[in-house]
């Protein structure tokens, strides 16, 4: 019986090592991101990042805020790359929240008929 305790002990640290597998959609995003050129050294940090985005408009962040700070935690990243990465977690992970934006934004620009 106390040899059960460290033998589950040691099953279960050996499960929480096992990295988790992403998804289509994951996968689809990392492939997205390198298409466009843009590299990064750990894809779960990228993936996280992604989500990120996404949350971040949830929220009602606008799209440069989000860019701004984007480049701040990553000052690699330039403006045109940090730009389509927002770009495409949003389409990843958030397409509503293109759609969303997208006819705010078109609904705020003034009427120039006049």
Sequence with gaps: MKLLLPLASFAAVIGMAVPAHADSTD???IAALKAAGITFS??????GAGKWVCDTFKGGTHMADVVTT???K?????EDKANKFVAI???AYCPD???TSSSAT???KPDSAS
């Design 70 to 72: 984007l480049q701040g």
């Design 42 to 47: 750990d894809p779960d940090k990228a993936l």
């Design 97 to 99: 929240a293109i759609s």
């Design 74 to 78: 990553n000052p690699a990243l330039n």
């Design 27 to 29: 996968d689809s995003f």
């Design 106 to 108: 078109s609904s705020a």
């Design 89 to 91: 977690a949003a389409s």
